[in-house]
């Protein structure tokens, strides 16, 4: 395959072969906007979506710049979560592979639950690469084992999350022992202003890049409401899974402990869930992802951690057991289907707390069809925006009643029930006429 359209960047003939072995064409809006900038050592932040490319925005323009020659740590990639970290160092794997550069260019991944013994015994030599969560390159830099100082570039991915679960104080120590002219690259879906504060101290004029995709959700997907009304959230979901099969479904739930409840509750339902949130231990963790990918389960019952700092590849139907306040996460969490061109579906149970979130997703361009569950099918049903419209009808009514009743020229005892009474009698007669059309 000719990838041209990654020859108009300086990339050297092996990290074009990469290009061409990975099969990538067309570079995508944020590998557009970071590449250059990389390439010419200056800082980034870069805003894009889940699955818009961003980790060979970053590896891709990195590797380019590699000294083979030079025994030192030359790039350091720090990610939020032990599966994260994982998933970007087989990426790193695969680009060394693939440049033909097993023997040469040498990499390392220091995660936590980890034999730390063994690692230092390993780090007679610095790797070229370093990917980790920051706890373990943190313990593993205090420890004298590590030095990071000759790397050149430093990068945070997923930085909003890395500040959810309380990591940025050790980014910030890694920081510290590092080249003061180090070019830092820095990926976060939303920039909250705890992050700011952090970025300001490291980043002078940083290349802000915000990919705004057009449409928030892949063409493919279909969004679904279904009222909880009365109904236990374990009730509907077990209704659901009566009329669906799922290659693979992620059930988001706010919180671990309503994720622990839900869980529970399937699962005395007859399903047979698998579980996900930060409260699981590394190992029990590394043991539902590797039972994820054993096929065996169809439901997994997970936190927002699932949106973000753990890919899990194959997700057919994203059920929103309870939806999320702001809109992004809500983005997140359905972005974890309909990948690569691939069908999906958003199941999302809803109630009146809910209505403020998807009016602001309506206004953004989302679509949402109103379903419910019924004797074992999915039926469409009135739009959560139905009562509400009927609503303003009645108001209308109203209003043109009081206009239509007689004000008296004297004010007598009863006046204020009689021009009631008279209002009611009006509204009824204008709602007669509006039927009968």
């Known amino acids: 395959m000719d990838n041209h359209l990654f020859k108009q960047y300086a990339i050297n003939p092996t990290i074009t072969d990469v290009i061409d072995r990975l099969g990538f064409y067309e570079p995508t809006a944020i590998q557009q906007k970071v590449i250059p900038a990389v390439l010419r050592g200056e800082s980034v932040i870069g805003q894009s979506h889940t699955g818009s490319g961003k980790t060979h925005a970053y590896l891709l323009p990195l590797f380019n710049e590699i000294e083979e020659s030079k ?127 952090f970025l300001k101290k490291y980043l002078e004029n940083p290349n802000h890049f915000r990919i705004d995709e057009q449409r928030l959700s892949p063409e493919t997907m279909e969004h679904r409401l279904v009222p909880l009304r009365h109904r236990s959230i374990a009730e509907v979901i077990f209704r659901i899974s009566e009329t669906i099969n799922p290659y693979l479904a992620i059930i988001f739930a706010n919180g671990k402990d309503k994720a622990d409840e839900l869980a529970a509750d399937l699962t005395e339902k007859g399903l047979e869930v698998g579980l996900i949130h930060g409260g699981l231990t590394p190992r029990e963790r590394k043991r539902v992802l590797k039972d994820i990918q054993g096929l065996r389960y169809q439901y997994i019952v997970a936190t927002d951690l699932a949106s973000r700092g753990i890919d899990i590849k194959g997700v057919s139907h994203v059920i929103n057991a309870q939806l999320p306040k702001e809109e992004e996460f809500y983005i997140h969490r359905v972005g974890r289907t309909a990948r690569a061109g691939a069908e999906g579906i958003a199941i999302n149970l809803y109630t009146d707390e809910d209505i403020a979130l998807v009016e602001r997703l309506e206004k953004k361009g989302l679509s949402f069809q109103s379903y419910d569950v019924k004797n074992g099918e999915w039926q469409e049903v009135k739009a959560w925006n139905e009562r509400k419209k009927r609503k303003k009808t009645e108001s209308d009514a109203e209003t043109e009643a009081w206009r239509k009743v007689k004000k008296p020229n004297k004010v007598k005892p009863g006046y204020k029930k009689k021009m009631k009474y008279q209002q009611q009698q009006i509204k009824k007669k204008l709602n007669r006429n509006k039927f009968k059309k």
Do not use: C
């Open 71 to 197: 025994e030192e740590v030359q790039f350091v990639v720090t990610a939020p979560t032990r599966e994260l970290a994982i998933q970007i160092h087989d990426v790193v794997k695969q680009v060394i592979a693939y440049a033909d550069k097993t023997s040469v260019w040498t990499s390392k991944l220091f995660i936590g639950g980890t034999d730390k013994k063994k690692t230092i015994e390993k780090l007679k030599v610095m790797p070229h690469v370093v990917v980790g969560t920051p706890g373990r390159i943190l313990d593993l830099i205090e420890e004298g084992a590590l030095n990071i100082h000759s790397a050149k570039s430093f990068v945070i991915d997923e930085a909003d999350l890395m500040l959810d679960l309380g990591f940025i104080e050790e980014v910030d120590k890694i920081l510290v022992r590092a080249d003061e002219s180090i070019q830092l690259l820095v990926f976060s879906a939303t920039i909250p202003e705890r992050l700011q504060h």
